[in-house]
């Protein structure tokens, strides 16, 4: 070890909870550069440990990426639909989880654009793919409800309504961020009610 590497690490502040910073500058970094095209040095180097720590905690890049991964989809699920008020209309309730997709884009945006972004289908495994499902399944079958009490439109399948409105907010955002447009409240609304009338008919 040089004189260089021994400074370094006398300079590097002790961290605690090292899973979780490493975590934290993974979700920073894989938003700002894309998961293949950040390498584990960077990566440990705004995590403030050393890139053989990385490899203590986290067999391979894309162990870290599924953990991260599963991490960020409980939490935004968590986000979009704990604790919503189920008394209230199909309409408010949609409403509801538009105006937490809002929040979410605005609050967390280095999540949003790690998960929303970015292609993960090359490196996700099984444990990953399962637990998007699972995450997924009881939102279809909300709208798979709705379609059957003839509120939403039953000649397109669920599974196309679903896509259409999460894949129309994901399309705004991203023209937003592009500089294509700049969102203001009344925008998010009126395509908020235009979402819903397109699950409507």
Sequence with gaps: MNTHSITAKKDRPRIKDKRS????????VFAEGGVNGVP???LANQAGVGTGTIYRYFES?????NELFREEKLALNQRLYAGLDTSQSPRELFNQVWGRMVCFVRECPDAYRFMELQDHRPYL???SRTLERK????????YRHLQR????????RPEILMTLVWGSFVSLIKAERNGFLELSQ??????RDACWSLCTG
Excluded: H, N, W, Y
């Excluded at 890049?61 to 990426?65: A, G, I, N, S, Y």
């Excluded at 009490?149 to 397109?156: G, N, Q, T």
């Design 21 to 28: 910073a490493i975590l934290a500058a993974a979700l920073k």
């Design 40 to 42: 584990m040095p960077v």
């Design 61 to 65: 890049k894309e162990v870290l990426v």
């Design 125 to 127: 495994d099984e444990d």
């Design 135 to 142: 995450l997924l399944s009881p939102i279809l079958a909300q």
């Design 149 to 156: 009490k003839a509120v939403f439109r039953s000649d397109l």
């Design 186 to 191: 009344t925008d998010i609304e009126e395509a």
